[in-house]
């Protein structure tokens, strides 16, 4: 029975479009504006390089801060990748005076290391990067540090789940981030 059901739900979200709906109907829609802050959060790395999600993150960030939207750009993220971020970023030409670093392994340390490192220099809006899924965690979470936030997502949720294969990815990705937020929203990170 158990068997059967597995089988039935794998049949739903790989052959028909139910998940990549789901996601849609859930992700962050890109809310551009001026901030006080960009801040680019972490994605790991991969054997000592940036993973695929940070590097996004990174280059959208930056993207952002030299279009002007902000003065500030903040990486979080494991200590070797936000290095690695902040090399990047000065490669870019990013200036080292409009560039921070914070340490933090979850989107909730994150947050608190921003509120740490962002509110004494009076930053009170940030331009939160990261992927559409994610995004809704994390401004809830930025939120809560008192930040009013604005989104920039690295993806566009139109334009994944083409395959099978790629909606049973994004529907992993769908239900981690659901569990997330609800763990977060039990433990008052939201």
Do not use: C, K
Request: net charge positive; hydrophobic share 50%; proline share 5%.
């Amino acid at each position: 029975m158990l068997g059967g059901v597995v089988v039935i739900l794998l049949a739903i979200v790989t052959l028909t479009p139910l998940s990549t709906r789901m996601a849609v109907a859930y992700a962050a829609r890109p809310h551009l504006g001026p901030a006080d802050a960009v801040v680019a959060l972490g994605g790991g790395l991969v054997h000592g390089a940036l993973g695929d999600p940070s590097l996004r993150r990174t280059l959208e960030g930056i993207r952002l801060q030299r279009r002007g939207l902000a003065p500030l750009i903040l990486f979080t993220g494991e200590l070797a990748e936000t290095e690695i971020r902040a090399a990047l970023a000065r490669e870019l030409g990013v200036s080292p005076a409009a560039m921070l670093i914070a340490t933090a392994n979850t989107t909730h340390e994150e947050a608190r290391a921003a509120a740490t490192l962002l509110q004494p220099r009076g930053v009170r809006s940030v331009l939160l990067v990261s992927n559409s899924l994610h995004l809704i965690r994390a401004r809830g979470a930025f939120a809560r540090e008192g930040f009013a936030v604005l989104l920039a997502p690295t993806d566009e949720p139109l334009t994944v789940g083409s395959d099978a294969g790629e909606r049973l990815m994004l529907t992993r990705a769908l239900v981690r981030e659901l569990v997330a937020w609800g763990f977060y929203r039990v433990a008052g990170y939201l």
